[in-house]
């Protein structure tokens, strides 16, 4: 059972707008989540992470919002840039041993 | 500093056969870990190591076997390879269990 969920596979941005991507989970017990941006060819690296202790966190265009009562967390890219077209995952580990990943929503910024 | 390395970076092999995914990291990580990626999924995890000497299984370790002889390598073996393990693999690593820093992939067909 997926224990972290991204229920969109893709979405569509016009350049200087806003990308909001959206992650679920399940496992109440998660008290962290990290954001992991993917091209194509290369293997994911980190963008953002959120502690369960805040309900948001912003780094530059990047901005992770946490709501623990519904289990949702989203990453919002102001302005999107073509740069920005990748698979996004979502993750959040239980421990130190293991990262549950969401199945990613690739975002195309079109110019 | 090359980061998280994987060798090599495609293979193909037939039913039955064997072989190793060499991962090396220049980070002085602790933590080192295999993952696979297929389509419609997240990344799983495969096995992982906390350290130099010691291996652990992760969410889908059957039919692969993992060896840490080296802090900076972490071999990834598959002894029989079935069509199932057609998928991309990555490794990554991390200093504390934190944030992990991932290698740009291996992709392996199995016919």
């Known amino acids: 059972d997926q224990q972290v969920k991204q229920n969109s596979p893709s979405l569509s941005v016009q350049e200087g707008r806003i990308s909001i991507l959206n992650c679920d989970y399940t496992?109440?017990?998660?008290?962290?989540f990290l954001w992991y941006k993917k091209y194509p060819a290369e293997g994911p690296t980190f963008l953002i992470s959120?502690?369960?202790?805040?309900d948001k966190n912003e780094d530059g265009r990047f901005t992770v919002f946490l709501n623990k009562s519904a289990k949702h967390l989203s990453l919002h890219i102001v302005p999107s840039q073509p740069g920005d077209s990748a698979v996004y995952f979502c993750?959040?580990?239980?421990?130190?041993?293991?990262?549950?990943f969401g199945t990613g929503t690739r975002l195309t910024v079109i110019p | 500093n090359a980061g998280v390395t994987q060798t090599p970076k495609f293979r193909v092999l037939k039913t039955g056969q064997s072989m190793t995914l060499l991962c090396a990291q220049d980070?002085?990580?602790?933590?080192m870990y295999w993952y696979r990626q297929d389509p419609g999924m997240g990344l799983r995890l495969i096995h992982y190591?906390?350290?130099?000497?010691?291996?652990a299984k992760g969410e889908v370790p059957d039919g692969y076997n993992v060896s840490r002889l080296k802090k900076q390598n972490f071999l990834l073996g598959l002894e029989s390879a079935a069509p199932s393990q057609t998928s991309v693999y990555f490794c990554?690593?991390?200093?504390?269990?934190?944030?992990?820093?991932f290698g740009p992939g291996t992709r392996l067909t199995v016919l």
């Open positions: 990554a690593s991390s200093y504390e269990g934190d944030e992990q820093f």
């Open positions: 496992n109440s017990m998660f008290d962290y």
């Open positions: 959120i502690s369960s202790i805040k």
């Open positions: 993750a959040a580990p239980e421990g130190a041993n293991n990262l549950f």
């Open positions: 980070m002085n990580h602790e933590y």
């Open positions: 190591s906390v350290g130099e000497g010691t291996t």
